[in-house]
């Protein structure tokens, strides 16, 4: 039972880009999807959740309007959706399931994936 995340890179203030999860043994539309995310020396915070079947999707403030997270059940992917990147989103970016959504985050979380490294850097 396993979440892969991909899709990080380095891009300059302003730039984009798409965050992949990708699920490897169990169907991941049975679980809400949070995406998290942990800065050097900062504690890891929510960033988005998106429920079982995508209908529902909650931000933190500091993404709003920005980021966009989405999911293909058919492809056992969840998608983050990153825009106009700020050094401030510079972080190692997790999702991880659970039943569903509190907020921007899972009530309860489970099978975190590695990490996808995100820096935003001019």
């Known amino acids: 039972l396993q979440l892969v995340e991909s899709g990080g890179g380095l891009v300059q203030p302003g730039g984009s880009l798409r965050l992949s999860c990708a699920a490897s043994g169990f169907t991941l539309n049975y679980y809400a999807i949070g995406w998290f995310r942990q800065a050097p020396g900062k504690e890891r915070e929510g960033v988005a959740c998106i429920s079982r079947s995508g209908g529902t999707s909650n931000y933190a403030d500091s993404v709003k309007r920005r980021f966009t997270v989405s999911r293909e059940n058919a492809k056992n992917t969840v998608y983050l959706q990153m825009n106009s990147l700020k050094p401030e989103d510079t972080a190692v970016y997790y999702c991880?399931?659970?039943?569903?959504?509190?907020?921007?985050?899972?009530?309860?979380?489970?099978?975190w994936g590695q990490g996808t490294q995100v820096t935003v850097s001019s």
């Open positions: 991880a399931r659970g039943p569903v959504c509190s907020g921007y985050v899972p009530n309860f979380t489970s099978s």
